[in-house]
C-alpha cells in the first residue's frame, strides 16, 4: 500500500473526478520493487542497483525514492556512489526522502539526505492540511515543519534537507487494504510531492525546449523556495515549482548552469560542523576549501564531442562569495575568479565568542557576478553548536518557565560532565487543564557512528500538573543535545519546567567485560568519577544473557565465486559477480537464532559491498528464512543439521577475493545467535580470597560510591554444564549479554555494560561424554538383528592356556565368516551351507540363520526392481519357509515370556546378569524374526485370509515383547494396517514419523503420506501433500 499511495501522490489520475488527481497526472510511472518480502519488505542493495540499472536503460527523468535508513558515513558506499553516478553520467533527477526520525539535528536519512547529487525531501503540515486531512478543531495558523521530520546537518557538515514539501495526502491504495483512500504520513508522501512538481516544471522545459541538467533543476528549487526559519528541517524552503519554471526562464546563461556544476569541500567534507566543547573554544585557524568544476553531458550515449570540449575551453565565472546570513565568525575572501578547473581558498571560523547553548548557522554562498539574480550557484553549510557547560557543583541544569505552542521545538546543548555516564532527565507539566504530547530526543553524535547508537527518544503525554522522568546513558565530555518537541498538532499554550542532572557509576576497566571459563572469574570495578558527589547503588548488578554465539567458517568446497547474468550488469559493461557463501551447522534441539556477519553488520547504504543477504535451508534444501546485515532476523529452527547461504556481490573480482581468503584462507566469518533463558545468575565476591573460598558473598545491600571511590566485584563465571544443549561443542563459542542494576532507581532500565564470556578450551567432561554416546550407541545397537554377537569368554577373561586361545580363534573365525554371509548376495548362499556341513555344533546356532535371513532379504531387494509379481513372490515365500522352518524353531518363546514375567532379583550376582543378558539377546532375535517374517507376508502381491490371520497373530506377538510405539515396528505397521484398511492409524503412524525424523529422514514418510492420500482417493490432500513435498524437497536452492 506504501508504494501505490507514493504513486498516486506523484502521478493518479481520474477522469471523472480531477479533485484526486495526482501532482502530475500526465506522468509515465515505471514501478520498481526495491523491498525484499523476505525482509519484511526490507530495501536491499542488489535490488537498489538493478533499479537504477532498469532506470537508466529506460532513460526516466526522474526517480523518487521513498525509502531509507540511518547510515554510519553519509555519501560513502556503493548504493550512494551509483545513485550519484546515475545524476551526474545519466542526467536522471534522483528525489528522495529525507527520513522521519526527527526532531534532534543530525538526524538525515540516507540516501537522500546524506547522497550529494539527490534531492532530500522534508515533510511540513499547512493549516489547510491540518483541517482538511486531520480534522483538527482548529488550525495552528501556520506553516510548520512536521515532529517526526528529519533534520540536518549530516555529520560530514552537509545539510541533507534540500526542500520541503508537503509531508501528507490522502489518496489511492491497493484494493487489498478494501478501501478506496488512505490518509498516511512521512517524508515518504513529501518525496513523490516534490517529484511529481517537478515532473510538471520538466513538462514545461522539454515544451519550450529550454535545455537542463539535475544541477540546475536543483538551483531552481532552491533559490525559488518560500525560506522558514528551521533551515535543518526544510533545506532552502518549501517547494515553489511556479516560481522554479520562471527562475530557469529568466536565466541569462542557461547553458553555463545547466553542463558545468559547481560543489565546494573542504574541513569535514561537504561543510563544516563544530559541535564539542573543545572544538569551538578557540579559532579554527585556515581551513582549506576548493571550489570543483564538474562538467555534466547529455543524456545520452554517445562518446565526448568536439561541443562538449569547446563548453569546458569557453567556461568562465566570477564568483562573489557572501554568507547568507551574515556572520562575524567567519571570514573569507570575497571574489574568486573560476575557469574550467578546480580553484582553492581558505576560510577562518572563529567561535569563540558565540552564545553558549544555541547552535549556528551560515552558508558561504558563490554567486555569479554576471547574474547575481540568479541565486547561489553553490553553497558550503556551516554549522556551530556552542554547549552549556554544567554546573560544576551539582552537575545539573534547571529550566523554569517553559513553555510551549503546537510544534515548537527547544533546544539546549550541554557539555556533559566529566566523569558522567548517566543522566536523569524531569519535566512537570504546570498547566491545569491541558495534556501535553511532547517528543523527547536526546543525543550525541559519534565520528564514524550512526545517530541511532546514541539516541534516547520518547513520545509522552503529559497530564495536567503531573510529571515525567526517565534515565539515560550519556558520554562525558561530549555534546548532548537535548530536544524537546511539542506535537505539532497539540492545541493550546502549555507551561512546562524541566531539568537535568548528571550521575557516575562506571563499571571499570571498559564498557565491556570480557569473561574467560578457563579463569572461572573476572574482576570489575564500581566507580565514581563525577567529582563532589555520592552515588548510592541498591542491589546487585544483574547479568541478562542474551545469546550463545557460536562462529562459522564458509565450506570451501561450496563457496565460490560467479559471474551474474545480463540483468545484474552495469553501464559501460560492468560485470558484476557474486560469492556464495556456505555455512553448515547442527542443532541437537530447537533453537531460534539470528545471522549476524560481523565484518559487514550495520552497513547499507554505506557498504562497499552489495550488502550479504542470507538463507537458511534444512538438509533437504527447503527454504526456512533470510536476513540481511542491517536489522536482527530470527528463524525458528527444529533440531537436525542446516545450511546457511550468504551472497555478497560486487563489480571488482579481487574485492571478493578476498573475503574468501579472509582470516588466512578460512573465510569471512559467520555469527549464529541462540537465544538463551534461563542460565545461572553469577555470584558476586568483594575479594578474591572468598571467591575461592566461596564465602562472604556480596549480599543485596546497598553499595555506598564517594567521588574517586572504587568497590571492586569478583564474578563467577557461568559453568560450561549449564549453557543449553544446542551445538555439538561450545570450544570457539561465547555468551553475550548486558549488565543492569534492576533495583537502582537510575540503571534499572539502562543496559550498563555488555558483557561477553568465552569458552575457549575443550570441554574437560568431552570425552566421558564421547564414551557415553559411543556406548549408548553400542547399546542400541544390540537391539538391531546380530550376526555374529560378541566372543564369549571364561569367566575370568584372563586366561592364558592354549586350549582357550585357539577355542577364541575359532570362535572369533566363525564369528568372521557369519558377518560375511550378508555381504555375498551372489554367493546364492554357498558359505552358508559349507558352515554347516563343516561345524555340525553351528546346526542350532540362531546368529547364522539370522545372518542368512539377511542374505535372503538383501537378494530380494537387489532383484525386485525387475521381478514379476509371481517370481518376487517366490523369493518371498522362500524367506518365509525359512523363517518359520528354521528360525522360530530354535527360540523358544515360552522360556523367553516365563523369564521377563516372574520377579527376578536386582542383585548384582553375575551369573543371574549373564541369564539376564542372554534372555534379552533372545527376545530382541524373536522380535526381529517376527517383523521380518510379518514384512514378507505383508509384500506378497496376494493378501488371502489365512495370511491376514497370520499376520493379525504376529501383531499380537510382538505385544508380548515390545512397546507396539517402538520405532522398530513401524514399517510392519505401517504395512500391516495398510492391508487392514486401518488407513487413520497408518496416518497417525506417519505423522508420528515425520515429526520425530530428521529433516532428512522425512522424505520417505511424507511419501508414504502421499500414497495414503491417493490410495483413500482424498483428491484435495492429494493435492496439498504435493505441493508440501516439493516445498520441503526442492531440487535446488531457492535463487538470491
Same mark, same amino acid.
Given at each position: 500500500?506504501?508504494?501505490?499511495?507514493?504513486?498516486?501522490?506523484?502521478? @493518479?489520475?481520474?477522469?471523472?473526478?480531477?479533485?484526486?488527481?495526482?501532482?502530475?497526472?500526465?506522468?509515465?510511472?515505471?514501478?520498481?520493487?526495491?523491498?525484499?518480502?523476505?525482509?519484511?519488505?526490507?530495501?536491499?542493495?542488489?535490488?537498489?542497483?538493478?533499479?537504477?540499472? &532498469?532506470?537508466?536503460? $529506460?532513460?526516466?527523468?526522474?526517480?523518487?525514492?521513498?525509502?531509507?535508513?540511518?547510515?554510519?558515513?553519509?555519501?560513502?558506499?556503493?548504493?550512494?556512489?551509483?545513485?550519484?553516478?546515475?545524476?551526474?553520467?545519466?542526467?536522471?533527477?534522483?528525489?528522495?526522502?529525507?527520513?522521519?526520525?526527527?526532531?534532534?539535528?543530525?538526524?538525515?536519512?540516507?540516501?537522500?539526505?546524506?547522497?550529494?547529487?539527490?534531492?532530500?525531501?522534508?515533510? &511540513?503540515?499547512?493549516?489547510?492540511?491540518?483541517?482538511?486531512?486531520? *480534522?483538527?478543531?482548529?488550525?495552528?495558523?501556520?506553516?510548520?515543519?512536521?515532529?517526526?521530520?528529519?533534520?540536518?546537518?549530516?555529520?560530514?557538515?552537509?545539510?541533507?534537507?534540500?526542500?520541503?514539501?508537503?509531508?501528507?495526502?490522502?489518496?489511492?491504495?491497493?484494493?487489498?487494504?478494501?478501501?478506496?483512500?488512505?490518509?498516511?504520513?512521512?517524508?515518504?508522501?513529501?518525496?513523490?510531492?516534490? @517529484?511529481?512538481?517537478?515532473? %510538471?516544471?520538466?513538462?514545461?522545459?522539454?515544451?519550450?525546449?529550454?535545455?537542463?541538467?539535475?544541477?540546475?533543476?536543483?538551483?531552481?528549487?532552491?533559490?525559488?523556495?518560500?525560506?522558514?526559519?528551521?533551515?535543518?528541517?526544510?533545506?532552502?524552503?518549501?517547494?515553489?515549482?511556479?516560481?522554479?519554471?520562471?527562475?530557469?526562464?529568466?536565466?541569462?546563461?542557461?547553458?553555463?548552469?545547466?553542463?558545468?556544476?559547481?560543489?565546494?569541500?573542504?574541513?569535514?567534507?561537504?561543510?563544516?560542523?563544530?559541535?564539542?566543547?573543545?572544538?569551538?573554544?578557540?579559532?579554527?585557524?585556515?581551513?582549506?576549501?576548493?571550489?570543483?568544476?564538474?562538467?555534466?553531458?547529455?543524456?545520452?550515449?554517445?562518446?565526448?564531442? $568536439?561541443?562538449?570540449?569547446? +563548453?569546458?575551453?569557453?567556461? *568562465?565565472?566570477?564568483?562573489?562569495?557572501?554568507?547568507?546570513?551574515?556572520?562575524?565568525?567567519?571570514?573569507?575572501?570575497?571574489?574568486?575568479?573560476?575557469?574550467?578547473?578546480?580553484?582553492?581558498?581558505?576560510?577562518?571560523?572563529?567561535?569563540?565568542?558565540?552564545?553558549?547553548?544555541?547552535?549556528?548557522?551560515?552558508?558561504?554562498?558563490?554567486?555569479?557576478?554576471?547574474?547575481?539574480?540568479?541565486?547561489?550557484?553553490?553553497?558550503?553549510?556551516?554549522?556551530?553548536?556552542?554547549?552549556?557547560?554544567?554546573?560544576?557543583?551539582?552537575?545539573?541544569?534547571?529550566?523554569?518557565?517553559?513553555?510551549?505552542?503546537?510544534?515548537?521545538?527547544?533546544?539546549?546543548?550541554?557539555?556533559?560532565?566529566?566523569?558522567?555516564?548517566?543522566?536523569?532527565?524531569?519535566?512537570?507539566?504546570?498547566?491545569?487543564?491541558?495534556?501535553?504530547?511532547?517528543?523527547?530526543?536526546?543525543?550525541?553524535?559519534?565520528?564514524?557512528?550512526?545517530?541511532?547508537?546514541?539516541?534516547?527518544?520518547?513520545?509522552?503525554?503529559?497530564?495536567?500538573?503531573?510529571?515525567?522522568?526517565?534515565?539515560?546513558?550519556?558520554?562525558?565530555?561530549?555534546?548532548?543535545?537535548?530536544?524537546?518537541?511539542?506535537?505539532?498538532?497539540?492545541?493550546?499554550?502549555?507551561?512546562?519546567?524541566?531539568?537535568?542532572?548528571?550521575? #557516575?557509576?562506571?563499571?571499570?576497566?571498559?564498557? #565491556?567485560?570480557?569473561?574467560?571459563?578457563?579463569?572461572? $572469574?573476572?574482576?570489575?570495578? %564500581?566507580?565514581?568519577?563525577?567529582?563532589?558527589?555520592?552515588?548510592?547503588?541498591?542491589?546487585?548488578?544483574?547479568?541478562?544473557?542474551?545469546?550463545?554465539?557460536?562462529?562459522?567458517?564458509?565450506?570451501?568446497?561450496?563457496?565460490?565465486?560467479?559471474?551474474?547474468?545480463?540483468?545484474?550488469?552495469?553501464?559501460?559493461?560492468?560485470?558484476?559477480?557474486?560469492?556464495?557463501?556456505? &555455512?553448515?551447522?547442527?542443532?541437537?534441539?530447537?533453537?531460534?537464532?539470528?545471522?549476524?556477519?560481523?565484518?559487514?553488520?550495520?552497513?547499507?547504504?554505506?557498504?562497499?559491498?552489495?550488502?550479504?543477504?542470507?538463507?537458511?535451508?534444512? *538438509?533437504?534444501?527447503?527454504?526456512?528464512?533470510?536476513?540481511?546485515?542491517?536489522?536482527?532476523?530470527?528463524?525458528?529452527?527444529?533440531?537436525?543439521?542446516?545450511?546457511?547461504?550468504?551472497?555478497?556481490?560486487?563489480?571488482?573480482?579481487?574485492?571478493?577475493?578476498?573475503?574468501?581468503?579472509?582470516?588466512?584462507?578460512?573465510?569471512?566469518?559467520?555469527?549464529?545467535?541462540?537465544?538463551?533463558?534461563?542460565?545461572?545468575?553469577?555470584?558476586?565476591?568483594?575479594?578474591?580470597?572468598?571467591?575461592?573460598?566461596?564465602?562472604?558473598?556480596?549480599?543485596?545491600?546497598?553499595?555506598?560510591?564517594?567521588?574517586?571511590?572504587?568497590?571492586?566485584?569478583?564474578?563467577?563465571?557461568?559453568?560450561?554444564?549449564?549453557?543449553?544443549?544446542?551445538?555439538?561443542?561450545?570450544?570457539?563459542?561465547?555468551?553475550?549479554?548486558?549488565?543492569?542494576?534492576?533495583?537502582?532507581?537510575?540503571?534499572?532500565?539502562?543496559?550498563?555494560?555488555?558483557?561477553?564470556?568465552?569458552?575457549?578450551?575443550?570441554? #574437560?567432561?568431552?570425552?566421558?561424554?564421547? #564414551?557415553?554416546?559411543?556406548?549408548?550407541?553400542?547399546?542400541?545397537?544390540?537391539?538391531?538383528?546380530? *550376526?555374529?554377537?560378541?566372543?564369549?569368554?571364561?569367566?575370568?577373561?584372563?586366561?592364558?592356556?592354549?586350549?582357550?586361545?585357539?577355542?577364541?580363534?575359532?570362535?572369533?573365525?566363525?564369528?568372521?565368516?557369519?558377518?560375511?554371509?550378508?555381504?555375498?548376495?551372489?554367493?546364492?548362499?554357498?558359505?552358508?551351507?559349507?558352515?554347516?556341513?563343516?561345524?555340525?555344533?553351528?546346526?542350532?546356532?540362531?546368529?547364522?540363520?539370522?545372518?542368512?535371513?539377511?542374505?535372503?532379504?538383501?537378494?530380494?531387494?537387489?532383484?525386485?526392481?525387475? %521381478?514379476?509379481?509371481?517370481?518376487?513372490?517366490?523369493?518371498?515365500?522362500?524367506?518365509?519357509?525359512?523363517?518359520?522352518?528354521?528360525?522360530?524353531?530354535?527360540?523358544?518363546?515360552?522360556?523367553?515370556?516365563?523369564?521377563?514375567?516372574?520377579?527376578?532379583?536386582?542383585?548384582?550376582?553375575?551369573?543371574?546378569?549373564?541369564?539376564?543378558?542372554?534372555?534379552?539377546?533372545?527376545?530382541?532375535?524373536?522380535?526381529?524374526?517376527?517383523?521380518?517374517?510379518?514384512?514378507?507376508?505383508?509384500?506378497?502381491?496376494?493378501?488371502?485370509?489365512?495370511?491376514?490371520?497370520?499376520?493379525?497373530?504376529?501383531?499380537?506377538?510382538?505385544?508380548?515383547?515390545?512397546?507396539?510405539?517402538?520405532?522398530?515396528?513401524?514399517?510392519?505397521?505401517?504395512?500391516?494396517?495398510?492391508?487392514?484398511?486401518?488407513?487413520?492409524?497408518?496416518?497417525?503412524?506417519?505423522?508420528?514419523?515425520?515429526?520425530?525424523?530428521?529433516?532428512?529422514?522425512?522424505?520417505?514418510?511424507?511419501?508414504?503420506?502421499?500414497?495414503?492420500?491417493?490410495?483413500?482417493?482424498?483428491?484435495?490432500? +492429494?493435492?496439498?501433500?504435493?505441493?508440501?513435498?516439493?516445498?520441503?524437497?526442492?531440487?535446488?536452492?531457492?535463487?538470491?
Amino acid at each position: 500500500s506504501h508504494g501505490t499511495h507514493v504513486g498516486a501522490i506523484c502521478a @493518479a489520475y481520474f477522469e471523472e473526478s480531477c479533485e484526486e488527481n495526482g501532482i502530475a497526472p500526465g506522468a509515465q510511472l515505471l514501478s520498481i520493487n526495491i523491498g525484499d518480502h523476505r525482509l519484511s519488505t526490507m530495501e536491499t542493495i542488489p535490488s537498489l542497483v538493478r533499479a537504477i540499472k &532498469y532506470c537508466i536503460d $529506460y532513460k526516466v527523468d526522474i526517480i523518487n525514492m521513498s525509502y531509507g535508513e540511518d547510515c554510519h558515513i553519509p555519501n560513502s558506499g556503493r548504493a550512494q556512489e551509483l545513485f550519484n553516478e546515475a545524476v551526474e553520467k545519466h542526467g536522471i533527477i534522483f528525489v528522495s526522502s529525507a527520513g522521519n526520525n526527527g526532531p534532534a539535528l543530525s538526524t538525515n536519512g540516507a540516501p537522500g539526505a546524506t547522497c550529494t547529487n539527490l534531492i532530500g525531501v522534508g515533510g &511540513y503540515v499547512t493549516p489547510e492540511m491540518q483541517l482538511a486531512e486531520y *480534522a483538527l478543531r482548529e488550525s495552528t495558523g501556520c506553516t510548520t515543519p512536521f515532529t517526526w521530520s528529519s533534520r540536518g546537518p549530516c555529520s560530514d557538515g552537509w545539510l541533507g534537507v534540500c526542500i520541503s514539501a508537503p509531508g501528507a495526502a490522502i489518496t489511492s491504495v491497493p484494493q487489498f487494504n478494501l478501501c478506496q483512500r488512505q490518509l498516511m504520513n512521512g517524508t515518504s508522501m513529501a518525496s513523490p510531492n516534490a @517529484a511529481g512538481c517537478i515532473a %510538471l516544471l520538466l513538462s514545461a522545459l522539454k515544451q519550450e525546449e529550454i535545455e537542463y541538467s539535475p544541477p540546475l533543476i536543483r538551483l531552481a528549487l532552491m533559490n525559488t523556495a518560500q525560506k522558514l526559519d528551521d533551515e535543518f528541517s526544510v533545506g532552502a524552503g518549501l517547494i515553489q515549482i511556479h516560481k522554479a519554471l520562471d527562475y530557469i526562464r529568466s536565466l541569462v546563461k542557461p547553458s553555463l548552469i545547466s553542463k558545468i556544476q559547481l560543489d565546494i569541500t573542504g574541513g569535514q567534507g561537504r561543510g563544516i560542523y563544530l559541535r564539542e566543547f573543545d572544538q569551538v573554544q578557540t579559532s579554527s585557524g585556515d581551513i582549506r576549501l576548493t571550489i570543483k568544476t564538474k562538467y555534466l553531458p547529455k543524456k545520452t550515449d554517445q562518446l565526448v564531442t $568536439y561541443e562538449d570540449q569547446e +563548453v569546458k575551453i569557453k567556461f *568562465a565565472c566570477r564568483l562573489s562569495l557572501i554568507c547568507d546570513p551574515p556572520v562575524s565568525y567567519v571570514q573569507h575572501g570575497k571574489f574568486l575568479d573560476l575557469a574550467y578547473n578546480d580553484r582553492t581558498f581558505d576560510i577562518r571560523i572563529d567561535p569563540s565568542h558565540l552564545k553558549e547553548d544555541q547552535v549556528h548557522f551560515t552558508e558561504l554562498q558563490a554567486f555569479d557576478t554576471n547574474q547575481i539574480n540568479a541565486g547561489p550557484l553553490a553553497r558550503f553549510p556551516v554549522t556551530i553548536i556552542k554547549p552549556l557547560s554544567v554546573n560544576s557543583q551539582t552537575h545539573s541544569l534547571d529550566f523554569h518557565d517553559q513553555t510551549f505552542k503546537a510544534g515548537q521545538i527547544r533546544r539546549h546543548f550541554l557539555q556533559v560532565p566529566s566523569g558522567a555516564n548517566i543522566a536523569a532527565f524531569k519535566i512537570t507539566n504546570h498547566s491545569s487543564d491541558i495534556s501535553a504530547q511532547i517528543n523527547l530526543h536526546f543525543i550525541q553524535l559519534e565520528s564514524g557512528r550512526s545517530f541511532r547508537l546514541t539516541e534516547f527518544e520518547k513520545l509522552i503525554r503529559l497530564s495536567p500538573h503531573s510529571t515525567f522522568q526517565c534515565y539515560f546513558n550519556v558520554q562525558d565530555k561530549r555534546t548532548l543535545e537535548l530536544c524537546l518537541a511539542r506535537w505539532w498538532s497539540s492545541l493550546a499554550i502549555i507551561e512546562t519546567s524541566y531539568s537535568i542532572e548528571f550521575h #557516575s557509576i562506571f563499571i571499570s576497566p571498559s564498557i #565491556s567485560i570480557h569473561l574467560r571459563s578457563s579463569q572461572s $572469574y573476572e574482576r570489575f570495578v %564500581l566507580e565514581n568519577r563525577l567529582n563532589n558527589t555520592y552515588e548510592d547503588i541498591n542491589g546487585l548488578p544483574i547479568i541478562n544473557w542474551k545469546y550463545l554465539v557460536q562462529t562459522l567458517r564458509p565450506n570451501k568446497d561450496e563457496s565460490k565465486i560467479q559471474v551474474l547474468s545480463k540483468r545484474d550488469c552495469l553501464t559501460e559493461q560492468r560485470q558484476i559477480y557474486q560469492l556464495i557463501l556456505t &555455512y553448515n551447522f547442527t542443532l541437537l534441539k530447537a533453537s531460534e537464532i539470528q545471522v549476524q556477519c560481523p565484518y559487514l553488520h550495520e552497513f547499507l547504504y554505506d557498504n562497499e559491498y552489495e550488502a550479504a543477504l542470507w538463507m537458511c535451508f534444512d *538438509a533437504n534444501k527447503q527454504y526456512l528464512g533470510a536476513g540481511d546485515v542491517m536489522k536482527d532476523y530470527s528463524v525458528k529452527l527444529e533440531k537436525g543439521d542446516f545450511i546457511i547461504r550468504m551472497q555478497i556481490r560486487h563489480d571488482k573480482y579481487d574485492l571478493l577475493e578476498r573475503l574468501l581468503k579472509d582470516n588466512g584462507g578460512t573465510g569471512l566469518a559467520l555469527h549464529i545467535e541462540h537465544k538463551v533463558n534461563g542460565l545461572p545468575t553469577p555470584d558476586f565476591y568483594h575479594s578474591l580470597d572468598a571467591l575461592h573460598t566461596q564465602k562472604k558473598k556480596i549480599q543485596a545491600s546497598s553499595i555506598k560510591l564517594q567521588w574517586g571511590h572504587q568497590v571492586p566485584i569478583f564474578m563467577t563465571t557461568v559453568p560450561e554444564d549449564k549453557l543449553p544443549k544446542v551445538i555439538n561443542s561450545t570450544t570457539g563459542t561465547f555468551l553475550f549479554g548486558t549488565m543492569t542494576f534492576p533495583k537502582n532507581e537510575k540503571m534499572k532500565k539502562l543496559e550498563m555494560n555488555t558483557i561477553y564470556q568465552y569458552f575457549t578450551e575443550p570441554s #574437560s567432561s568431552s570425552s566421558l561424554s564421547t #564414551s557415553k554416546k559411543s556406548s549408548s550407541s553400542s547399546a542400541s545397537n544390540t537391539n538391531k538383528k546380530q *550376526a555374529n554377537p560378541p566372543v564369549t569368554t571364561t569367566d575370568e577373561g584372563t586366561s592364558n592356556s592354549p586350549s582357550q586361545k585357539d577355542q577364541q580363534y575359532q570362535e572369533a573365525l566363525r564369528d568372521l565368516k557369519i558377518s560375511w554371509i550378508p555381504k555375498l548376495i551372489d554367493d546364492q548362499g554357498k558359505l552358508y551351507e559349507d558352515l554347516i556341513s563343516e561345524q555340525q555344533d553351528l546346526i542350532n546356532y540362531v546368529p547364522l540363520y539370522i545372518a542368512r535371513l539377511q542374505q535372503l532379504e538383501n537378494q530380494l531387494k537387489q532383484q525386485q526392481s525387475y %521381478l514379476t509379481n509371481e517370481k518376487k513372490d517366490e523369493k518371498l515365500n522362500e524367506i518365509i519357509k525359512f523363517i518359520q522352518d528354521k528360525l522360530l524353531s530354535l527360540i523358544d518363546e515360552d522360556i523367553i515370556l516365563k523369564f521377563f514375567g516372574q520377579k527376578n532379583s536386582s542383585s548384582n550376582d553375575k551369573e543371574i546378569q549373564l541369564i539376564k543378558t542372554d534372555m534379552e539377546k533372545r527376545r530382541n532375535w524373536l522380535i526381529d524374526i517376527n517383523i521380518s517374517l510379518g514384512m514378507s507376508l505383508c509384500d506378497l502381491s496376494t493378501i488371502n485370509n489365512d495370511t491376514l490371520i497370520h499376520l493379525t497373530n504376529i501383531y499380537k506377538n510382538l505385544q508380548k515383547h515390545i512397546d507396539i510405539n517402538d520405532g522398530k515396528l513401524t514399517n510392519f505397521l505401517y504395512k500391516y494396517n495398510l492391508i487392514k484398511k486401518s488407513y487413520g492409524r497408518v496416518w497417525k503412524l506417519l505423522l508420528k514419523q515425520i515429526e520425530e525424523k530428521s529433516s532428512l529422514q522425512q522424505q520417505e514418510y511424507d511419501n508414504k503420506l502421499l500414497q495414503l492420500y491417493q490410495t483413500m482417493n482424498m483428491k484435495y490432500l +492429494v493435492t496439498y501433500q504435493e505441493r508440501l513435498i516439493i516445498a520441503k524437497y526442492p531440487p535446488t536452492y531457492v535463487l538470491f
